[in-house]
């Protein structure tokens, strides 16, 4: 068992070894399909573990010797969060389990939030409260990653968190293994808005309050964004057809 635990984390060792061994058998379920999330009370705190599933015969060897795992990459990477100032859940340790020639799974842990909302729900349900104010501060959220050059590849509906606190809007970014820290294009910065959601209006919203931040006109980043959203949901598209088909050859 390979483990690093934050210096400014309150766990032990011992308890941080504890909680993985309990994992399979223990805990609450918050998530299960290709990785698993559970939720653990230690110390009269609620922590959030994610357990990676061990991986293809490839990636077995590459996490082993050349590549850091998804694991790793989430703990250091929430660590660069928030050393520039973005929200994420707080970073407590992560875990791997090795054999002299292979990967095997891994774990990310995590304080859990409790929050108010995800992106997810603004897509779902345009009538919400402050709607139009939470998506302006969302992009306004974005616009700031970008100029921290921070490119969250992950930038997809589920994975900003939004919480209220004192009448303001907080947004904290979840899976984070993939990640790149460099200056942004403006087409790099276009195109990270095209997973969000398929709904015109909601780019075109977007696409305003980006605009007044960058001092660009709202056309021009309408266009671009649009553009790559579109992009995105005919690959999604194509994904399902191929899908379908594959299923009715059986």
């Known amino acids: 068992m390979n483990y690093r635990i934050n210096e400014q ?15 399979s058998n223990s805990g609450s379920s918050l998530h299960k399909g290709r990785n698993e999330i559970k939720i653990f009370r230690l110390n009269d705190r609620d ?45 407590i340790a992560y875990v791997e389990h090795k054999t002299n020639f292979a990967f095997l799974e891994s774990y990310y842990i995590s304080e859990h939030l409790e929050v108010d909302l995800t992106y997810r729900d603004l897509v779902k349900n345009n009538n919400l409260p402050d709607y139009e104010r939470i998506l302006r ?21 589920g994975n900003t968190l939004i919480r209220k606190e004192n009448g303001k809007y907080q947004f904290f970014l979840v899976d984070l293994n993939r990640m790149n820290f460099k200056a942004l294009s403006f087409e790099e910065r276009m195109k990270n808005f095209s997973r969000l959601t398929p709904q015109k209006k909601m780019v075109r919203m977007m696409a305003n309050e980006y605009a007044r931040l960058a001092d660009k006109t709202e ?4 266009q671009k964004m649009w553009f790559y959203t579109e992009q995105f949901q005919e690959k999604i598209r194509r994904k399902k057809k191929l899908k379908s088909i594959l299923k009715n050859k059986k």
């Open 9 to 23: 984390s309150i766990f032990s060792e011992s308890e941080i070894k504890d909680l993985i061994h309990r994992f």
């Open 47 to 91: 922590i959030n573990v994610k357990a990676f599933r061990i991986p293809n015969l490839v990636n077995k060897f590459a996490y082993r010797f050349i590549r850091k795992s998804k694991a790793q990459r989430s703990f250091e990477y929430a660590n660069k969060l928030l050393k520039r100032g973005i929200n994420t859940p707080f970073p």
């Open 137 to 157: 501060e969302f992009t306004a959220f974005t616009f700031e990653l970008h100029e921290k050059e921070i490119e969250f590849l992950d930038h997809s509906p």
């Open 219 to 222: 056309e021009e980043v309408f």
